[in-house]
């Protein structure tokens, strides 16, 4: 069965909206990352987490937040959300260190109106 | 700081044909380097992942690639493709500020595989 899973699959959303998009893991592994995916644009690293409580900017954080309550959750918060944010956005999780392996979920489609 | 480059966006092979597609990286050091593979619709898989010792590593479905240390290349191969390979490949080499289990991901190349 499925390691990472991602809920919403589909959100459509208005501008000025909040959004929360959640990612659960079953692995037990200390990182978690945001991604986005855009044409042209590849992945696209938000943020990530090195376990509970913690959280960190990835290369792209502006707009976003993010939230690590638990090993196996990480949301991703969008306060306010806006057209540019319109997306596929993908969670992964992995072990900390050099040459870890990172596990994808199926992600979420993410249309903002 | 470290890079990978995919010089094709996009690759057309037809069905039974050999298959490469290329990977360029920078990095200070021996890398980790990994192959990922995307189908409509879903996450990203890993195929195959390379660190040391022999320079062709074997991955999943008949994917190998082979790291080049003096042409910093790690370009993915597959000797007969078949149409359900039809799907995107990102090359990832491993961050290695904070030896954190970050990637650092090419932009991807989308291989169609014609009948």
């Known amino acids: 069965e499925a390691a990472v899973t991602q809920s919403p699959r589909n959100k459509v959303a208005v501008t000025g909206g909040k959004v929360t998009l959640s990612c659960n893991q079953t692995?037990?592994?200390?990182?978690m990352y945001w991604y986005r995916q855009d044409t042209g644009h590849g992945l696209r690293l938000i943020h990530y987490s090195y376990g509970a409580g913690s959280t960190e900017k990835g290369d792209i954080p502006d707009g976003y937040k993010a939230s690590r309550p638990s090993q196996e959750n990480f949301s991703l918060i969008l306060e306010l959300a806006t057209p540019s944010q319109t997306s596929v956005y993908f969670c992964?999780?992995?072990?900390w260190g050099l040459g870890a392996e990172q596990f994808f979920g199926p992600g979420t489609r993410l249309t903002v109106l | 700081a470290q890079s990978v480059t995919q010089p094709d966006a996009r690759v057309t092979v037809s069905e039974g044909a050999s298959l490469q597609l290329r990977c360029k990286y920078s990095y200070s050091g021996t890398p980790y380097l990994f192959w990922y593979v995307q189908y409509p619709r879903q996450g990203l898989q890993l195929l195959l992942k390379?660190?040391?010792?022999?320079?062709v590593v074997q991955g999943v479905n008949g994917f190998e690639a082979e790291f080049i240390k003096s042409n910093s290349s790690f370009h993915l191969r597959k000797a007969s493709v078949h149409w359900s390979d039809s799907a995107v490949y990102f090359c990832?080499?491993?961050?290695?500020?904070?030896?954190?289990?970050?990637?650092?991901f090419g932009l991807g190349t989308t291989l169609q595989v014609q009948p």
């Open positions: 692995n037990n592994h200390n990182n």
């Open positions: 990832a080499v491993s961050a290695t500020a904070g030896n954190t289990g970050k990637l650092i």
């Open positions: 390379y660190y040391s010792g022999d320079p």
């Open positions: 992964a999780s992995g072990d």
